[in-house]
Every structure is written in C-alpha cells, then in structure tokens.
C-alpha cells in the first residue's frame, strides 16, 4: 500500500510523471521484460560441476541463486579464467594479454565450493570425481564444463617456446601466446612474405577464428603496403571454408576478393620451424576421368612460410575420454560426451549434462553456445530435482562475430540446420560485413560474457 | 541471442563501465536532464540566446562523440559498411549533439539569474 501511495503521490507533480514516462518510454523500446525469477528451490542434491570456465561459473552461479540448502562443488585446478573471445584481439595488436585474464575466483559465489585442483577420474557408475590431490567428491548430478584439450603434440615440429619467433603463431595457445603471435605477425606484415593459415580436421572450438585471423594479416599487409609482396595461403581441411553452406559462399567470395589462395583438403602434420615449411597431408581420394574411376593415394606436400598461425587437432581432456561418457559410435578419435543435442542431457546418465566444447553435438563450440546451454541445463537439472521433465530445448545456436579486417565484421548466427539465425533480423544482416558488428564485438561482447559468468545474462 | 531483457542489458552495461561507474553515469545523465526540464519549468520558456549557443555547441558535440567512439574501437569512416552503419553514425553523432546542446543550455540558466 505505501508503494502504490508513493507512486501516486510521485505521479500527481508534473516533475514526476515526466521522469515516470521517460523511464517508461525506455522500458517500451526493449521489447520483452524480464521474467520474474522463480522462488530458490529447497534442495539437498550434491551437485559437482567438472571445470570452471565459461560454463562451469555460469551454471555454479545460477544454480547458486537457484537453489536453496544444495551442495554445489566445482572442481578446477587453473586459477586464472581466460576470456577466449578475445585472443583473436590480442593477436591483432589491439588489446594486451591481460584483456583476457582475470582470476577463477572473482566469478564463483560463496556459496560454491571451489575444489582448486584438477579432475582426473569421473566415475559415472559410483558417482563420484576423484581429483589429483586424492579428494573424492561423490556426486547426485554432474555437469561436465571440462572444455577441451589442444594436442599440441598432434603437429610435429611444433613447440609451445617458440611462439612468437621465427614466424610462428599459436593464437589459440592462451594470453600471453596471443600476443607473442602479434609480435610475430607485426614484424611479418613490416616486410611481406608467405603466410600460413588453416585448421585441424578435428571438431574445434570457434571455427572462425582461423579465417578472422587470416583476415586481419591481410588487412595489416594492406596498411602497411606490404600486399603486393605477400602472399596468404588458406589450407583447408576439407572441401569448404565454413561449416554453413550460405557463409562458406560467401567467405571464398571475401577471400576471392583478397586475393587469398585457397588449398583444399590441407591436414597440418608438422613444420620445420628452421627451414620455415610447413607439411600437410592431402588424403586419399576417387575421381571419374573419362569414365575409369582414377584413386589418388594419400600424399604430403609441403609449403614454405614466413609466418604460420598453428592450430591443433583438438580432443576431449584426457579425464573425459576415461570416464565412459564418451560417444561410442561418433568422434572416437576425440571423446566428446554423449548428450541429447537438444537438451544436453546424457544419454546413458540421466544424472550427467554437459556444458560448452565438450558436448559431442554437431554445432557450438563457442561462449555464444554456452550463454544458450546454461539455461537449458539449468532448466532440466532444476526439473529433475522436482522429478520433474524440464523444457528448455538447445537448437544448435552458436554465433561468430567473424571479423574481416580491422573496424568490419559480419555477425554470423546459425543453428544445427545450418539456418542464419539473427539475432536482429532486418537490422543488423548476417553476411554483409559491417562496423556495426565489430562495435558489438569490441565493446559488447565481453561485458555480455562477464554477465553470463555471473549468470546475469 | 535467446532473449534480450532489461535485466540483463543493466548487468551488460555494469560489466562495460565497472558497477560504480555505471551508475554514477546513469545518475548524471538523469540529473542533468533533471535541471534541463527544471530551468525550462522554472523560466517557463525557452531563451532563444542560451538555445542559439546550445544549438552552435552541437556539432561539436556531434563530431567529439564520433570520434570518441571511433577511437575506442580502433576504426574509421572507410569502415562504414551499410545503411545501418550511417545511421549508428547519426545516432552517436545525434546523441552527443544533443547532450552537450542540453548541457550548454542548463548549465548557462543554471549560471545566470532568472529572467
């Protein structure tokens, strides 16, 4: 009753209700309003979260503000969380190392217990995670948040030191790698040369990056007058560019344009950081000429860099891989878990859900992903709790802010139908590069994915 | 995006400008437009000379507000690249016109006697 009083009161002076109406008139332009949060349920479930990334603070989070008596454990043994988002930032000149660095600890509620040390068995059968230390946690529900591992040893040749030197990059490789790629890609784009781009025949987590980056060699071999002397070199892995038919049309257009030469079917096996090659193995393939069908046995062929961007094949962390969560039948060779694409819900382990890169789905390795998997996560954990079916389903949505020089970008949207999915249709168009887009990438993005650590967004 | 609410666009914007700053900001963009509209209620009508130097501040609000933006995420006008990028352009130039054009105004009733 005081509330309404007041508001009346407050409505009844002119200068009151022109401050009611502006407020009112900014609430009207945001479209939808915000739900009204659910009463914290009454729980005493032990919930273990495995990893605390991206996903594994953000559920830990709006489980935290969901729930009321649960026992909510994450394990992680990295102190340091990593913004990933912004490496291809970094390795372009335009933030220092520590835009993508802050502390694992700043982001967990209190509430959460936070194990500091690494898993190294989970157990589904027993229900339980053991961690290095000798800690055994027992569990009720899982959420495996692990991510994924970067097998650096999958590249022959390659070494972690030397990143930044002689011409060679690692943007993927963590922070402070990022930015000794940019030294060597500033000194590369000061003289010209051959540059060497790519990506692993594995499933990987944000499969623009490797493009974004060979977008922005170019775009400093252009300022800086080196292009003409230069040459880029894309090896694909197979036969496209992008896993979305509508956006590989279009980015062979881009790279059609920036004079990019393409190689196909292009899998990296190893460099010789003295002689600067790089060697790739070209599989085995069948073709029809003049009606005979003529096999091409598999055959290496190496190429000559001055500077080289290495991404690894990229698994399952070992743990994962050993837990018996893994497909059986689907990505052996790499260990993703077995979830329903829809509501990340093990299929084996009903008790199990999986967050971010190491769901074994056939889209979404990004943050974007995740921001979308929490909440469906949080839905059917909160609904099994209640022994209830939750509701929230994931369509596939991931999203790539695929940068195409410095100040343009094209917000890429799509689902596991390969649909563009934008999030401003008619506004903001998905396949034009644009200055709106690398706004939203410089300046939004990174607050969006702090809020969604926090499980605000 | 799954949905957009006003919730969650308060704590994007808390994560862009630091919690503190945020609202400080918020705050006085509220009290300035709170003098505004006290001064024109106060002198019940607009002065054509405080609003003729308000209107010629303008473009240089315009102008600091492009720049400011532009400078901040390392681009340029070659970078325009649709239609909606001029008309982002418009609305950040509008936005600090019309922010130093309410600022010059209030602050001139606000240092002067009322007429």
């Known amino acids: 009753m005081t509330g309404s009083r007041d508001l009346h009161g407050t409505l009844a002076t002119r200068r009151g209700f022109l401050a009611a109406a502006a407020g009112g008139i900014a609430l009207a332009g945001l479209g939808s309003a915000a739900p009204a949060a659910p009463a914290p349920l009454r729980t005493k479930a032990r919930i273990v979260i495995v990893g605390a990334g991206a996903g594994g603070t953000g559920i830990a989070n709006r489980l935290a503000s969901r729930l009321d008596g649960a026992s909510i454990t994450i394990v992680d043994g990295r102190k340091e969380h990593w913004y990933q988002p912004g490496f291809t930032l ?3 000149g335009l933030k220092p190392a520590g835009y993508a660095v802050s502390t694992t600890a700043s982001w967990l509620p209190k509430s959460v217990n936070w194990i500091g040390d690494y898993a190294i068995k989970i157990d589904p059968v027993a229900q339980c995670v053991g961690t290095m230390g000798g800690i055994n946690v027992p569990y009720d529900y899982l959420i495996v948040a692990t991510g994924l591992t970067l097998n650096w040893a999958g590249v022959e040749g390659f ?6 030197k002689d011409g060679i990059g690692a943007v993927y490789a963590g922070p402070d790698y990022a930015e000794a790629t940019w030294r060597a890609m500033d000194a590369f784009t000061d003289k010209g040369g051959t540059a060497l781009f790519g990506r692993p025949a594995t499933e990987m987590k944000c499969a623009g990056a490797p493009l974004k980056y060979a977008f922005l060699t170019d ?9 003409d002397r230069s040459q880029i070199i894309y090896a694909a892995h197979n036969k496209t560019l992008f896993g979305v038919p509508i956006v590989n049309e279009k980015v062979k257009l881009l790279f059609r344009e920036r004079g990019v030469d393409v190689r196909w079917d292009h899998e990296l096996k190893c460099i010789d950081p003295g002689a600067k090659t790089a060697t790739y193995e070209i599989p085995a393939s069948q073709s029809i000429k003049n009606g005979v069908i003529v096999e091409t046995p598999a055959v290496r062929q190496t190429i000559d860099y001055d500077f080289i961007n290495v991404i690894p094949p990229m698994t399952a962390p070992r743990v994962v891989r050993q837990s018996g969560l893994s497909w059986e039948d689907k990505w052996v060779d790499q260990g993703w878990i077995e979830v329903d694409p829809s509501t990340l819900r093990h299929l084996r382990f009903p008790n199990v859900f999986g967050i971010g890169d190491i769901n074994g789905v056939p889209k979404g390795k990004t943050a974007a992903s995740v921001k979308w998997h929490i909440p469906v996560v949080e839905d059917h954990l909160v609904a099994a709790l209640q022994d209830k079916e939750g509701t929230a389903v994931f369509n596939g949505y991931t999203s790539c802010p695929l940068i195409t020089r410095i100040g343009r970008a094209m917000l890429i949207e799509f689902d596991y139908q390969d649909n563009l999915v934008p999030s401003f249709p008619g506004v903001i168009a ?23 650590l926090r499980g605000k967004a | 995006m799954k949905e957009l609410t006003l ?4 704590a994007v914007w808390e994560e862009m400008f630091g919690q503190s700053l945020f609202w400080a900001l918020a705050v006085l963009a509220f009290l300035v ?6 001064v024109l209620l106060r002198d019940r009508s607009l002065s054509m000379r405080r609003f003729l130097l308000a209107q010629l501040s303008m473009p240089f609000g315009a102008i600091a507000s492009v720049m400011f933006v532009q400078r901040i995420t390392s681009s340029r006008l070659r ?8 008309l982002v352009l418009l609305a950040v130039g509008a936005v600090g016109a019309v922010g130093l054009a309410i600022l010059v105004y209030t602050t001139q009733s606000l240092l002067r006697k009322q007429r």
């Open chain 1, 90 to 92: 970094i390795a372009a």
């Open chain 1, 159 to 164: 070494e972690l030191e030397r990143v930044g």
């Open chain 1, 219 to 227: 775009d400093y071999l252009r300022r800086k007058g080196t292009r």
């Open chain 1, 430 to 452: 998905p396949l034009e590069e644009l200055w709106i887009s690398w706004l939203m990438k410089e300046t939004a993005l990174k607050p969006t994915y702090n809020a969604m």
């Open chain 2, 7 to 10: 919730p969650m666009l308060i």
């Open chain 2, 33 to 38: 437009t709170l003098a505004y509209v006290f």
């Open chain 2, 79 to 86: 970078d325009i690249g649709g239609p909606i990028d001029v």
